[in-house]
């Protein structure tokens, strides 16, 4: 039984406002002068370039290198965002139902951690999160299945338990690194990236029909209230 529910922030949540050829082209051109070539990035999205140049960086120093040179840019692009995302529809609906069955809900997203608390303020989510697991906590972004581990463990879930809810091939991947089932919604990151052969274990069009796939007819019944699953983490600098 589904214990946990862990959401993707942009093109999930919220509406998919991430500039992203203009954004890749940026974080290309910030790792030239570290001595990388620009087509060694060339079909890699926005965390693949970072992945990419650590695992080519020959020193722990060029590593800190390329975080300094790549950190503002994400920032830029996440505080542009921050300023235009629209909450999906649908989104408070899905959010308060899980809520009131007891369900323990996270966001596990490449925006940095400052921009996915406050989307969630913004919002007035923030009350039903438990956790936000962003790029500065993990080593490695989505596709790495690191954040959702990270976000499991700190909750106390194991992986047959929780579901991963995104838009994109990175969210399926990540689930799939992590060993928990996924759900993509349309409308998000696949309008520019197409998953290929890649199967999700369930497809919805708006938020809310994921209530159906968790909860099957006959299986209406709700915790009497949510349980504790710790407090929040506030966001930091």
């Not at 093109?11 to 954004?23: I, K």
């Not at 590593?63 to 300094?68: E, G, K, N, S």
Request: overall charge negative.
């Amino acid at each position: 039984m589904i214990s946990t529910v862990l959401f993707d922030l942009e093109g999930t949540l919220v509406d998919f406002q991430w500039q992203l050829e203009e954004a890749e082209e940026a974080l290309r051109q910030a790792l030239a002068p570290l001595g990388f070539d620009p087509e060694l990035f060339a079909g890699a999205d926005y965390a693949a370039i970072r992945h990419r140049a650590l695992d080519r960086a020959e020193s722990a120093e060029l590593r800190v290198q390329i975080d300094q040179e790549l950190k503002p840019i994400y920032d830029r692009y996440d505080a542009d965002a921050l300023s235009r995302w629209n909450l999906r529809d649908g989104a408070h609906e899905l959010v308060r139902e899980l809520t009131e069955r007891g369900i323990a809900l996270g966001v596990v997203s490449i925006i940095g951690r400052r921009a996915g608390w406050a989307v969630l303020d913004k919002f007035d989510l923030r009350r039903h999160f438990q956790l936000v697991i962003a790029r500065e906590d993990v080593t490695l972004m989505k596709p790495s299945g690191e954040g959702i581990r990270k976000a499991l463990a700190e909750l106390g879930t194991v992986a047959k338990d929780a579901i991963m809810v995104g838009d994109s091939l990175t969210d399926l991947r990540a689930a799939r690194d992590a060993g928990v089932r996924v759900a993509l919604i349309s409308g998000g990151e696949t309008i520019y990236r197409e998953l290929g052969e890649q199967v999700p274990d369930h497809t919805i069009s708006e938020l809310p029909e994921l209530l159906k796939h968790l909860f099957p007819t006959g299986e209406q019944e709700r915790h009497d209230r949510p349980r504790d699953h710790g407090m929040q983490r506030p966001p930091q600098a």
